[in-house]
């Protein structure tokens, strides 16, 4: 197996990271059934892609072992954004029959952290998810890993998601501050119930220090119930 070095991991805050302390011991009272996580948000640029690594490496350090998938064939920000050097090859490959698992899982400079990256972009991202190979692929993956972390598209945008969650021991929406109006959660939300996903629990996310135990801790409290929430920043 290729190791690969991702150079721009977030450094995070003192009140960040304790959030994903928070998260993270959540995660695993859920029970040890609850291994494939997916993480999805209602649109674009709400963080679920920052969370779901920064997740990622708070379980490593608490020696899982663990796999970052990125699922977002269509527009993944991954690589880019924390300079991943070394993956050339990712899940579109898998899926396509072009590459075998082992040439598309990378080890990485974070102990007991694995990644596999989206790939190159395919025509066909959802016929991609919903095929056999990507179940199959899950299913071997589970026997080797702690805990499986899958970022996915937008389900606000595209019905990705939605077919990943299939795969999903439970689901994650992110939802950003400010970002959206309360019917289009509840709407995403719908979403999800639809495609009988487990709702684990909702992230508020890019909370406002002095609102964080505020307005938006009762308003989206009040929707979600018995749902979970984190804040970050």
């Known amino acids: 197996m290729q ?20 998260l993270r011991t959540n995660l695993q009272f859920c029970g ?20 779901a690594l920064n997740l990622c490496i708070q379980l490593a350090e608490a020696d899982k072992k663990v796999l970052f998938i990125d699922a977002d064939m269509r527009k993944s920000v991954t690589v880019g954004r924390y300079r991943i050097m070394g993956a050339a090859y990712g899940l579109s490959h898998l899926l396509s029959g072009a590459k075998e698992l082992d040439e598309v899982l990378y080890s990485t400079n974070f102990e007991g952290l694995y990644i596999m990256t989206a790939g190159q972009v395919p025509p066909n991202p959802s016929e991609l998810l919903g095929d056999d190979a990507f179940e199959d692929t899950i299913k071997d993956l589970k026997e080797k890993f702690d805990y499986i972390i899958i970022d996915t598209p937008p389900i606000g945008s595209v019905t990705d998601a939605a077919v990943v969650s299939q795969h999903c021991d439970g689901m994650v929406l992110v939802i950003a501050q400010n970002n ?17 996903a487990k709702i684990l629990g909702v992230i508020l996310n890019k909370v406002q220090k002095n609102s ?19 804040y970050t920043s």
Do not use: H, M
């Open 3 to 22: 190791k690969i070095t991702i150079a721009n991991a977030r450094k995070l805050s003192n009140l960040s990271e304790e959030a994903y302390k928070e």
């Open 32 to 51: 040890k059934d609850i291994k494939v996580i997916g993480l999805t948000s209602c649109i674009p640029n709400e963080g679920k892609t920052s969370i």
């Open 180 to 196: 959206i109006s309360y019917r289009f959660a509840q709407d995403v939300k719908g979403r999800l119930e639809k495609a009988n």
């Open 212 to 230: 964080a135990n505020g307005y938006y801790g009762s308003y989206y409290g009040k929707y979600y119930g018995k749902y979970s929430k984190y």
